[in-house]
């Protein structure tokens, strides 16, 4: 079977297509053959292997797993014969997690992994495109900042993967939505249901007085500090991006204000909070009331292409890998 193979941390050419033996699933296993993954910033960033300090968790000198990719969307082709929630040909999505493997044409997973059914009315690009952004989101809006209806909440980064689905998860849940993103974007996040949108090509927010229950930097661009005088007396600065100084501030100066900042790493939570989201996330996009934006589709042979695109940091909402010849 063809999978993308990496032996180094590097740009984008260290992605390589590679023939390797097609898995076999052990008895508690199911192989499934996989026909999208998203190509997304966390996975841009551990193929660089930046910051270094991440390089803890995957591997010091190289990557501890040669095949990228943490999520998917595919078909089941074989069951090992301890498996019962699965049967053949169902159709599922996986994360993976740390453990990679999505960027190839088949994957062996054990059946309590972090897998569900797919919804039968979203395409397998909307539904794996769906995984990173929204599950992250999410999970910053249940366990970091629960949203309470009526509360004014900022998105930074508003186009991005985890700013489409945190504007419409916000909304969601009944918040007062403002986004944050440039010119080019702003119809964008208003039609995903924004009140409000900062251009910050214009330092929009910055000229104004307004202030938030929450503000969500999904980028990482915004400074806290800066920041406190747009946060309400109580008010949460969350974010997914983690760096020296936000740990820092974190550790020393948040818990002494009355205004916090919060990081969490989602893909490192326990499975049964992973799986909480998951499902909450599909029945969301099952119902219409989350959609999946994509930015570009890309076949698997142009897996450094969608890279080094990523990599550009300007794409809007997700960018999909197409894997096999059948149209999905
Ligand atoms: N902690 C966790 O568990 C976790 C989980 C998943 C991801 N992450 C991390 O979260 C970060 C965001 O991921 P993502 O996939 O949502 O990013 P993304 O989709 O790659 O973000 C790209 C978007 O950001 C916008 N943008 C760039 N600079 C901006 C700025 N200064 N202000 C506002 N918007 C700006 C771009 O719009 P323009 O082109 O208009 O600039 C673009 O639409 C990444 O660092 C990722 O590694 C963390």
Redesign the pocket.
Known sequence: MKSVIVNGYGGAEVLKIKEINKPTPKENEILIRIKATSI???ST?MREGKPYFGRLFLGLRKPKVTTPGTDLAGTIEQIGEKVSRFKVGDQVLAETGLNCGAYAEYICLAEDEIIIHQPENVSVEEATGIL??AC?AL?FFTDQAPIKKGQKVLI????????TAAVQLAKHFGAEVSG???G??KALVKDLGADKVFD?TKNELEKSNEQFDIIFD????LSYFKMKKHLSKKGLFLT???SLSTLATMLFVSPFSAKKLK??????RKPELKMRDLIKVCELLKTNKLNTVIDRIYPLEQIQQAHAY?DT??????VILQIGSEKA
């Open positions: 997304t910033a966390a960033m990173d952004g992250t999970a930074n980064g508003a186009s991005g993967s985890i700013g944050v993103c440039s080019k974007n910050y999904t980028v990482g661009k997914p991006v983690l990081f969490a790493a989602t893909g490192m990523v940091g300007r794409k809007r909402g997700n």
